[in-house]
């Protein structure tokens, strides 16, 4: 998460079991409209008692639900398909295509750690004994050169295809 | 009561680790769960579809950079979502207040759709427009509380704010709106 977050808001204990003043149940209404369920966990029961016992909670209630029938005639437009199938373009691709992404970067670089692994042996091997050694490790390492470069073709081909 | 804001439970954190991994039956899951609501939210903060759109678009990005990397128990990913929503419509409104001279968003948005009445259009203009004439952070809490349905812990959590001050502007915008939208329906 990387936005900053304040200190979170505290719950108010439970009072459940208390009753609720006509007072505290109309500042509720007012704040949170008319459903219940919209309202304080904490205060729901006892809000549902007070509904169900005074009629001047009932009607208190009934002003917040015209006010809320009202906020319910603001309409938005849905999002377009354009925006979904943007959206969708620019989302995680699956693993396996990731992977088959990543694979010719892999084999690039492991060419050119081998490449830069031939230099050092250059240099290991210059010096006096040079002749056998050198023929012995070129020999060795032709076979992988072969196959290394096999996979640089690939990985030109990926890159050429993708583009 | 749920830790505040946080995520305890969070719905949303299990298809967000498919996302990551790039499932894209979780991608289009997220979208059609998420994406109708942050619109709305944008559409409603800027009164404009277009504007809206981009805002979506870009807070999508958002989340599937944020998705391989997403820490589980810091906070809800909705309650996230909805932050990065807002803080890119404040940078919107922020520019507009800087650039008086740009044209203003349009009032009448074409794309709510051809069934809807010329009555219906101009009662929501009249909706949206006290809405948008709430002091901010008035307009900011029934935004978030009444019409994003979150939670009062929820939306205290989105504004900074306690739960006993997102009342307070609760209770406010909604008197302000009820004195200015009198004789409506």
Request: glycine residues 10%; aromatic residues 0%; negative net charge.
């Given at each position: 998460m990387r936005w900053p977050r304040p200190a979170p808001p505290q719950a108010k204990p439970l009072r459940d079991a208390s009753p609720m003043s006509l007072e505290r149940f109309e500042a509720l209404a007012d704040a949170f409209g008319a459903d219940l369920s919209r309202w304080p966990e904490t205060d729901r029961a006892a809000a549902q008692g007070l509904a169900e016992a005074s009629p001047s909670a009932r009607a208190r209630l009934a002003q917040a639900d015209a006010l809320d029938a009202v906020l319910g005639l603001s309409r938005v437009a849905a999002p377009s398909a354009e925006l979904r199938q943007r959206l969708l373009a620019g989302a995680p691709k699956p693993n396996a295509i990731r992977a088959a992404a990543a694979g010719p970067r892999s084999a690039r670089a492991k060419l050119l750690r081998w490449l830069s692994g031939l230099g050092a042996v250059g240099v290991l091997t210059s010096g006096a004994v040079v002749g056998a050694t050198v023929v012995s490790v070129s020999a060795a390492s032709h076979g992988e050169a072969d196959s290394m470069a096999g996979l640089y073709d690939q990985a030109n081909t990926l890159d050429a295809g993708g583009a | 009561m749920t830790a505040q804001g946080k995520a305890e439970h969070d719905p949303d954190e299990a298809l967000l680790r498919r996302v990551a991994a790039g499932d894209q039956a979780a991608i289009q899951a997220l979208i059609a769960r998420k994406l109708p609501r942050i619109c709305a939210l944008a559409a409603r903060m800027l009164g404009d579809a277009m504007e809206a759109e981009d805002v979506a678009q870009e807070a999508f990005l958002r989340v599937w950079r944020q998705a391989p990397t997403w820490r589980s128990g810091e906070a809800k990913f909705d309650t996230w979502l909805h932050r990065v929503a807002l803080n890119l419509c404040y940078d919107r409104l922020r520019r507009r207040r800087e650039q008086p001279a740009a044209a203003p968003p349009d009032?009448?948005?074409?794309?709510?759709?051809?069934?809807?009445t010329i009555e219906i259009m101009q009662t929501s203009i009249r909706v949206q427009a006290a809405l948008s004439e709430l002091p901010a952070r008035q307009r900011d809490a029934i935004l978030l509380h009444h019409y994003q349905e979150l939670s009062n812990i929820d939306a205290a959590a989105v504004l900074g704010v306690s739960v006993d001050a997102l009342e307070s502007l609760l209770a406010r915008g909604r008197r302000a709106l009820r004195a200015r939208l009198q004789g409506l329906r």
């Open positions: - | 009032q009448v948005d074409p794309a709510i759709g051809a069934d809807v």
